[in-house]
Every structure is written in C-alpha cells, then in structure tokens.
C-alpha cells in the first residue's frame, strides 16, 4: 500500500495523461458533488418541516369545533359545534395519560387592534390559560408568561411579542406598562420571542391574555376555539387512541355522530410527525439512488479509462510478469491507480458540496419549507467509504484483465 515505487509509477502514469486523467476524475467528482447537493436539500426541506413546530409538543392534539354532516339522535344535520371550558374539563378527566390541557380563544376571531398612545397595530390576541406554555413553549425574553393567579383573578395583563413591543414602545420599556386592547387597558408582564415564518413581510405574531379574561371583558362566555391536549403515550397507537376517545367525549357531551368527521376537526401532531418522516425518508431514499446512479456513471468512465491504460501499458506488464511480478502485485498496482484517482476527485467534489451548503445555509434566510441545507457527519463518513468501494470497482475488471496478461503474448504486443 505504501510502496514508494508503485505510488511514484501511478504519479508518473498521471502526469503522462493529465488532461485523460482529470476529464475521467471530473465525472466521479460530478458525481459526488451532486450527491452532497442533493442530500443537503433534503434535510434542508426536512429541517424547514421540523423549525414549524420548534415550539409545540409533539405528543400533542388540537381539536376544533366544526358542523354536524350526518343526522343523530333526531337532530339535524348542519349544526355548529362550539367547545367550550366545560369540554376541557371533561377531556381532563376522560382521557388516560392526559398531561397538559388548555382552551385557546381568539379576540374578535383575530380581527383585533392593540394601541398605546399613538402607536398601533393589528394583531391575533388569543386567550389560553398557564397550561398552554407546556403545550407550546415561548421563550420568554422579559417578565413572565400568564400564570394561574391571573388565570383565576380575570387579571388584565397581557404577554407581547418582539413585533408588537418595537411597534408599541418604540425603544421603551414595556414590563408594567399599559396597552389597550380594543381600547380596553392590559398591562404588560411579559415578553416573548417571536420569529417570523417568512411567508410575507406583513407577518404578525400573537399576543396572549388570559382565558378567563377574554370569555368575561369580550363576552365569550364559556367558549373556546381550539382545545390542545398532550398525552404520556406519544406512539401513533396511544396518539389515535387519545383521537378517538377525544372525539367520543366530545360527541356525548353536544350529540353528534362519532364517525362524522366534520363535526369535529382533529390534528393529531404524531400522525403528522410520522406521516411526514416517511416522505421525507422517501425523498432521502431517492436521492441517495440518484446520486448513487451519477457516481456510477462516472465510475464506469473510470473502469473505461483504466482499460485503455492496461491496454497502453500491456508491453509494460508483460516485463514486469517476466521479471518476477505477481499477478497481485499486478492488480494492485491498477486497483491502487484507479482509488487515487477517484478518490482524490470525490473528495474534491465533497468539499465544494460541503462548502456550497455552507454557503447557502450562511446567505439565504430560511423560510418554512427550506431551511439549513446540510448534511451530517456521518452522511459525508458514508459518501466517502462509497468513493473507495467505487473506485475499487471502477479498477477491478482493468486489474484482471493485466493480470491475465501472459508474458510472452505481451512482449510480441506492438
């Protein structure tokens, strides 16, 4: 492996034939380059995926009020189902290995102002209760978030995001000041971050009160939007377990027909999860076949090339066999040739998909379906144990065929 005489014969073999050498090396680093490439894409789709519920729990549900399609118990078709608080209280204790629970209301459905001074802006004000920051977490960079004593008190207090802090007090302090909301005054006990999902400029965050005070000052009464829940049992049994018994509760509780789907609309996050981690193992799948038909493509150029060399190099052998050679000092010697070459041209072709996803990932914001192209150490540890099984391939059949050469047939060769 490291004789110096075979190692100066191959770079004397290479710098004989360097333009041969590098138009062959080029396909295998096209190659390589572009199984890097492809495969950084896809984790960074897979990545915009999974940055889109950073902050929610995967072993959650959500579950929204819809309208009735089938007729029940002598009731109509086409009723609207409104949840309530008195729902999240029965699920409480309905469902086995319930963890967190919380009723979310939207002010006005969202159509809702916030204002200081002469400082205003539109904004989505959702009522949820303390339990909503185990379900999705906010990091919080000033104050607090609601917690259970503004919940039970009706207490006026609001938890604002970046976007809504820059747009209200311009460069002030806001903790313990005051807001209205829909000219009704909240103070501020918190601040949250807030990134947008890049889907537009005009993007606005949310900003949260607490339940109770929404149902009472906006006239809600008991109701709710959205009910989240999580659950111990995050597999996608115990998920479609906590499905159906969420919905039969439910269906009990304002009579309608378990089965009707519209009646109650159901997210189950651990269904997303692995409904999105098999297309997202598909599309790696393909990609990897992709990339590994191009390498083949330029493996095969390579065997084609080291065929021509054994060819040229016939008279060569031949002496080398006369004199003593081995047939596998022979097919190591071309096996060893055809390796350096491929694998000097696919580690070339890894850098510069390495560094181009570095680049992308450094210079292009990240939206929700792209986001931080980039492959993993392990992956790049694979691609490179690939270059040296195909270059040992591309070198085998030109290694046999030099070392079928009988002396005395190559010395006659010319």
């Keep these: 492996m490291f004789d110096h005489e075979k190692w100066a014969e191959i770079f004397d073999t290479i710098g004989k034939n360097k333009l041969r050498t590098v138009l062959t090396g080029f396909s295998v680093f096209w190659g390589i380059f572009m199984l890097i490439i492809l495969l950084g894409t896809g984790n960074g789709l897979s990545n915009g995926f999974s940055y889109n519920f950073r902050n929610t729990a995967k072993n959650t549900i959500d579950l929204w009020g819809g ?57 989505t004000i959702s009522g949820v209760t303390p339990e909503f920051t185990a379900l999705q977490d906010q990091q919080i960079l000033q104050g607090r978030f609601i917690n259970a004593m503004d919940q039970a008190g009706a207490r006026k207090v609001i938890v604002l995001a970046e976007d809504s802090r820059d747009a209200l007090f311009k460069g002030d302090d806001p903790i313990d000041q005051w807001v209205q909301v829909n000219n009704i005054p909240f103070q501020v006990v918190g601040i949250y971050r807030f990134e947008s999902s890049g889907r537009g400029m005009n993007q606005s965050s949310q900003v949260f009160i607490p339940l109770s005070v929404v149902q009472r000052v906006f006239n809600a009464k008991q109701d709710v939007d959205k009910i989240t829940f999580s659950f111990s049992d995050g597999s996608m049994a115990g998920a479609e377990q906590a499905a159906q018994r969420a919905v039969a509760v ?28 098999q297309i997202f193992g598909g599309i790696n799948a393909f990609l990897w076949v992709i990339g590994i038909g191009t390498i083949v493509a330029g493996i095969v150029g390579v065997s084609n090339i080291m065929l021509i060399t054994v060819k040229e190099r016939t008279r060569e052998i031949g002496i080398r066999k006369a004199l003593g050679a081995t047939p596998a000092n022979v097919v190591g010697q071309v096996i060893m040739e055809a390796v350096f070459v491929s694998a000097m041209a696919g580690y070339c072709g890894l850098v510069c998909g390495v560094g181009l996803l570095e680049f992308i990932s450094s210079h292009v914001p990240g939206t929700d379906m792209f986001r931080d192209p980039s492959i993993k150490l392990g992956t790049a540890l694979v691609a490179t144990v690939v270059l040296v099984v195909a270059g040992g391939l591309a070198g085998l059949i030109p290694a046999r065929r030099a070392a079928a050469i009988r002396p005395i047939e190559a010395l006659r060769d010319e």
């Design 250 to 277: 439910l269906a009990q509780r304002h009579r309608f027909d378990p089965t009707d789907e519209r009646a109650v609309y159901v997210n189950n996050n651990v269904a997303n999860a692995a409904l999105f981690g």
């Design 67 to 123: 309208q009735t399609t089938k007729p029940w118990q002598g009731l109509a078709v086409d009723r609207d189902i409104q949840l309530d608080t008195r729902d999240v209280e029965a699920l409480r204790h309905a469902i086995p290995g319930l963890q967190h629970i919380t009723g979310n209301l939207r002010v006005w459905r969202g159509q809702s102002q916030l204002s200081r001074g002469k400082n205003y802006g539109n904004f």
